[in-house]
């Protein structure tokens, strides 16, 4: 008899074995599990689920902490009311030229200190172990010393330009508004990239050794070699990269409140910025959450697009 008539005829056993198993109720180990486990779901759903169900409520309210006995419910106009705010849409592009530089510039720093540590070579090890201080480094003390490095008045940057002759005097770094997000994107980077590469080194160290020699035998260089066979194989991890860079990019804020506060002007007044004043500052909480809404569906969208298009064309 051919294995189909053999799952045909076991199928009404198998039905009427999950039935008595379903008339009994759980079994020991099952009602074990579940009681093991409920502590952990009940956690999850106190500081987890209820918080970004409680912020869905409140951003369909119009709730200002300076009248908080005054709750009406709005429905989703305060969404309305983000979308006709011009400084929503400034902090959108802010937003997005920060991720996009942030991301694209850790990334290439990524592969590029990826590949030189796939190599073998005295102090690889020390090197490696020396990459990942920056990433280990909190946020406050990243913002802090980069803050001093930009400093007009005795920073290092200011020093060293003077010193080498490409300055004549000391420069306000994080007066330029044309400069600010840059610079803050570059003590992003700073920290982020040592964790992107380790990540990418991890995925090296995956490759077999056999495509290599079998692209050297057919005589590809080093650049072929890279382009053919380590870059497909990265995909993984490169996804992996594009996805985490792209969240936390879009996110960031400790870097932006300890360095400038969105300043000068508006010139690094970003969408968590944006989000962050709207809610503490001008205790609008209605608008707040409906805008942080939006950060997480953009995030959400974005992270899709990466995974869904970005990792099967690579």
């Known amino acids: 008899m051919s294995d189909a008539g053999l799952v045909t005829r076991d199928a009404p056993a198998r039905r009427g074995r999950v039935s008595a198993l379903l008339a009994r109720g759980l079994s020991y180990d099952d009602r074990s599990a579940w009681l093991l486990v409920a502590p952990v779901i009940a956690v999850l759903l106190v500081i ?124 306000v770094w994080l007066g330029d508004p044309d400069l600010t997000i840059f610079l803050i994107a570059n003590a992003a980077i700073w920290k982020q990239m040592p964790l992107a590469a380790l990540l990418l080194i991890v995925t090296m160290k995956a490759i077999p050794e056999d495509l290599y020699r079998a692209a050297k035998v057919d005589g590809a260089g080093v650049f072929t070699r890279f382009w053919h066979v380590t870059l497909p194989a990265l995909r993984p991890g490169l996804v992996l990269v594009l996805v985490y860079e792209t969240m936390i990019s879009i996110r960031h804020f400790d870097l932006f409140l300890i360095m400038t506060q969105g300043g000068p002007g508006d010139a690094s007044f970003t969408l968590s910025w944006l989000i962050y004043v709207e809610t503490f500052r001008s205790l609008r909480f209605g608008t707040g959450a409906a805008m942080s809404y939006l950060l997480a569906l953009a995030t959400f969208v974005l992270s899709y697009l990466f995974i869904r298009f970005v990792g099967r064309k690579l």
């Open 48 to 171: 987890a689920a209820f918080p970004i169900l409680y912020s869905f409520w409140v951003s369909l309210h119009d709730i200002v902490l300076t009248r908080p006995l005054r709750r009406p419910f709005v429905g989703f106009d305060n969404y309305l009311r983000v979308f006709d705010d011009p400084r929503f849409w400034v902090a959108v592009l802010r937003t997005t030229t920060y991720a996009v530089f942030v991301v694209v510039v850790v990334t290439v720093l990524a592969i590029g200190v990826a590949l030189l540590l796939n190599e073998a070579f005295p102090g690889q090890r020390i090197l490696a172990a020396l990459l990942l201080v920056p990433w280990a480094t909190p946020s406050v003390v990243t913002g802090l010393m980069w803050k001093w490095i930009y400093d007009p008045n005795y920073g290092l940057l200011n020093g060293m330009l003077v010193q080498v002759g490409l300055l004549e005097k000391y420069r």
